[in-house]
């Protein structure tokens, strides 16, 4: 019987320091001076979800080849995230490139829909290894605060029931913005599980 693979100290302490980094990316805005107002979705906040989505869309990307046949799908994920980059940060690209966003979106789509067209039998093998692997549970937590937790405590009816006349309307905007901030931190820590995870088949690994 073959002795159990122990995982790289290089790996652990890459995946750990990453972790790391990432949750003090979550308290940053918070640590700010001085702040004239509240961290909203057009500000450090807005800033942080661009990064965190920037880095994970390169972590897909760049583990797109050690994953074999199935890496096609490793750059659509990426291409997606991306898409999904653009979208959170659109006011901050029109201010600086005066070019709406969407337009970005044409050849991204049209990547992911030729990509998955030249490569769909290796889908259901995709599929299976993202769905097996422990980092899933990241994805789900991250899609739950962004599409419920998000939602519904963002909503300004909640906060004028709870606070009275101590609301003001950033309350609502600033606590979905840290929990969509959240949701980027958790898809980046998942995907740097799945992408350093160790593969039998990678082509890029030393002899």
């Known amino acids: 019987m073959n002795p159990p693979h122990k995982k790289p100290w290089k ?3 890459i995946s750990s320091a990453l972790v790391v980094l990432g949750s003090l990316a979550i308290f940053f ?4 001076p001085k702040s004239p107002v509240l961290p909203t979705e057009d500000g450090i906040v807005e800033a ?15 583990a797109a080849r050690p994953a074999g046949h199935i890496g096609p799908f490793y750059s659509i994920m990426g291409a997606f995230t991306l898409a999904i980059a653009l979208g959170e940060a ?3 690209i029109e201010k600086t490139t005066h070019f709406p966003v969407e337009y970005f979106f044409i050849p991204l789509s ?10 769909r039998q290796h889908f259901g093998e995709f599929l299976s290894e993202f769905t097996s692997h422990p980092a899933a549970g990241f994805f789900a937590s991250a899609f739950m605060l962004i599409f419920v937790l998000a ?3 963002g909503t300004s009816l909640l906060w004028k029931a709870s606070l009275g006349s101590n609301y003001h309307p950033d309350v609502p905007d600033t606590v979905e913005a840290y929990l969509e901030l959240l949701a980027c931190y958790l898809l980046l820590v998942g995907t740097i599980g799945l992408c350093l995870a160790k593969r039998t088949h990678d082509p890029t690994a030393l002899d």
């Open 11 to 13: 790996q652990a302490l």
């Open 151 to 153: 939602r519904f405590l």
């Open 48 to 62: 942080m979800q661009f990064a965190l989505l920037l880095a994970t869309s390169a972590f897909w990307f760049g």
């Open 90 to 92: 659109d006011s901050l």
């Open 29 to 32: 805005p918070a640590w700010l």
């Open 110 to 119: 049209l990547f992911v829909l030729l990509t998955f067209k030249k490569h």
